[in-house]
């Protein structure tokens, strides 16, 4: 088996729960924080029994992994055995970063930094209950730039009720003032089990599809525009940020993940952990296995996954991988939605807007 160079390491913690979010996430204590980072570790070492580790990425996510107190990180990431890596990631809110806490990350080898700022506007940040405001985001990005940072990425959200062209446009343009090497700009989908989802009785969540689309279109122009590379359906960056870590997923590689609710996929094999934080500690440190579900996959199966991610980015697809689909690849090209480029099939801007609903062809 060759070895898994992708590791991701979910961080359950959060300061406070945002009403759209669906990953595993909950606010944690001092101990609860401590025995849980004790648990990773552990996990780690299980790991290495069942696969064999040389990571090129380390990926903290979440969760909000700098919700983490500074001695409690500190002390963790010094045990840490992945620090000098190509590319170590870790997530932060604008509010939990301090100059220490900065200048801690980047002596603990992280090089790149994901910041969830989502919006720029008061308005937009109070709706999706965010705690930072927009000078919290500029005084943050400072810090993280004279701690020594070398590349950050900004998260944006848009499509929220009521958003128009000019609302978004002053996000993409206010980021842009940031100076962030690389923006992931997704649009709010409702979630089952977020509190948003709850307001069933509202119409407020009627977005309308052909509107997502504009403001989609929008942003690759803005930052296209600006000299961002459009990547991925919801990722750009400038040459050379490219999130290596991301890639790996959509090209199909073999990943690790470690912590509560984290998934990973080797091989013919997929496996998710327990999202009860507290059940994966437990099991970890009575010997036991923090699987929750373990899936055998078929070698169809992760081919025809690998087709549909890497048709969701700037790389296309070679031609003949999809013979199968030809038929519906002519007609996506026809109307515009793809084209053919040195023998691969590639989507326009127009297509990737559609790129979820394009994945079918391969159910």
Not at 184 to 195: A, Q, R, V
Not at 254 to 277: F, H, K, M, Q, V
Request: hydrophobic share 35%; net charge negative; proline share 5%.
């Amino acid at each position: 088996m060759n070895p898994v160079e992708f590791l991701y390491i979910h961080i359950p913690f959060c300061t406070h729960i945002c009403p759209y979010c669906a990953f595993h996430k909950h606010t944690g204590k001092g101990r609860e924080m401590s025995d849980f980072l004790d648990a990773l570790l552990k996990e780690l070492e299980w790991a290495k029994t069942i696969c064999k580790l040389k990571p090129r990425t380390v990926y903290f996510g979440g969760g909000t992994p700098s919700a983490i107190g500074l001695p409690l990180l500190e002390k963790f990431l010094a045990r840490w055995p992945f620090r000098q890596v190509e590319e170590f990631t870790f997530e932060c809110n604008p509010e939990t970063v301090s100059p220490e806490k900065a200048r801690m990350l980047m002596q603990s080898g992280v090089n790149r930094v994901s910041l969830g700022v989502q919006s720029l506007q008061e308005k937009k940040l109070k709706f999706l209950g965010r705690k930072h405001t927009r000078e919290d985001v500029f005084k943050t990005t400072r810090l993280l730039r004279e701690a020594g940072v070398k590349s950050l990425n900004i998260d944006l959200i848009f499509g929220l009720p009521g958003e128009t062209e000019e609302s978004w446009r002053n996000d993409l343009e206010g980021a842009l003032e940031l100076h962030p090497d690389h923006l992931s700009c997704y649009s709010l989908t409702i979630e089952s089990k977020t509190p948003f989802s709850q307001d069933v009785s509202s119409k407020k969540w009627a977005c309308d599809s052909d509107h997502q689309g504009t403001l989609f279109l929008l942003a690759s122009e803005v930052l296209t525009g600006a000299g961002f590379h459009h990547y991925e359906v919801s990722n750009y960056a400038l040459p050379g940020f490219e999130s290596i870590h991301n890639r790996a997923y959509w090209q199909g590689k073999d990943y690790l993940g470690l912590g509560a609710g984290a998934c990973s996929t080797i091989g013919l094999r997929r496996w998710r952990n327990a999202e009860d934080t507290k059940a994966y500690v437990e099991s970890i440190f009575t010997g036991g296995s923090p699987l929750h579900a373990d899936e055998p996959l078929s070698h169809e199966i992760r081919r025809k996954e690998g087709l549909f991610l890497a048709l969701r980015t700037s790389d296309g697809v070679p031609w003949e991988k999809i013979v199968p689909w030809e038929g519906q690849f002519r007609d996506l090209i026809e109307e515009g939605l793809a084209i053919k480029m040195q023998n691969r099939v590639v989507l326009t801007r127009q297509g990737l807007a559609v790129a979820d609903t394009i994945s079918e062809l391969f159910v």
